[in-house]
């Protein structure tokens, strides 16, 4: 019985555990602070520093939410969640291309930025987010 009852608690500890990384996911991961930063109207974007993202689908759209998906997986992390939301960032460019008869290729670029409302972003006296964290 009480081996039964040992695994039972070592079970649900792990699969408590198996939430974390969502939640350490959701957090900064500090890299950001090598760039400069900005303010642009509310958010707190990246100075001169951008991403890309890439994809292909059967249709333009489709190829262009696959490269947003890509740009944002991949600042997401990098830089953690806050950043990671390509309808934030700043400085957008997207190239489409039909590469073949039934499938186009898109790329994106942009300046990743974070809300202001995003969780760590303090405002400067000025009302401005600061240069660096």
């Known amino acids: 019985m009480k081996r039964t009852c040992l ?13 974390t990384p969502a939640l350490v996911q959701a957090q900064e991961t500090g890299l950001a602070s090598i760039h400069s930063w900005v ?24 190829a262009e939410r696959a490269a947003i998906q890509s740009w944002e997986s991949f600042t997401a ?4 969640s806050p950043w990671g939301r390509y309808s934030e960032s700043v400085s957008k460019t997207v190239n489409c291309d039909k ?22 972003v303090r405002k400067a006296k000025s009302g401005k987010a600061p240069a660096k964290p």
Do not use: Q
Request: aromatic letters at 4%.
């Open 7 to 19: 695994v039972a608690a070592g079970a649900a500890v792990l699969i408590g555990l198996a939430g």
């Open 39 to 62: 303010a642009v109207g509310r958010k707190t974007c990246m100075e001169t520093h951008t991403h890309d993202g890439n994809g292909t689908g059967k249709t333009k759209k489709d």
């Open 77 to 80: 992390w990098e830089y953690g």
């Open 99 to 120: 590469t073949t008869t039934s499938e186009f290729s898109c790329h994106v670029n942009s300046r990743p930025c974070k809300s202001s409302r995003s969780v760590g």
